[in-house]
């Protein structure tokens, strides 16, 4: 059973930080390309941020680009986002994101959102 469980949100003042977890099971974690989105309300879900299988390479949003910084754990089959200087704007539902395209099939699985609140 495939599972992505997001942790770490919460209620964070302006230019905090926090850390987001997300650990998963049920599939072979280091195969995958694992990303950060966010939904704020009213708005569509957008990507934060990219880490590869292979190699970790890292991609990231103009917007969170020098406050967030993702990273994984294959050992642990756990990625996080750790996000420094936070402004009212990063408030949002962060979500958890794994894919893979193998043999023309994409594999392609999500958390269940953890909420981050920035406000004073």
């Known amino acids: 059973q495939v599972q992505l469980v997001e942790s770490g949100g919460g209620l964070v003042q302006p230019g905090g930080s926090l850390r987001l977890s997300c650990a998963a099971s049920g599939f072979t974690f280091s195969n995958y390309v694992m990303r950060w989105y966010r939904q704020a309300p009213g708005k569509e879900r957008e990507l934060v941020a990219t880490i590869t299988s292979a190699f970790s390479s890292t991609n990231y949003a103009d917007s969170v680009k020098g406050r967030f910084t993702i990273s994984r754990d294959n050992a642990k089959s756990t990625v996080y986002l750790q996000m420094n200087s936070l402004k009212p704007e990063d408030t949002a539902v962060y979500y958890c994101?794994?894919?893979?395209?193998?043999?023309?099939?994409?594999?392609?699985?999500w958390g269940q959102g953890t909420q981050v609140t920035v406000s004073s």
């Open positions: 994101n794994a894919r893979r395209f193998l043999a023309a099939t994409t594999y392609n699985y």
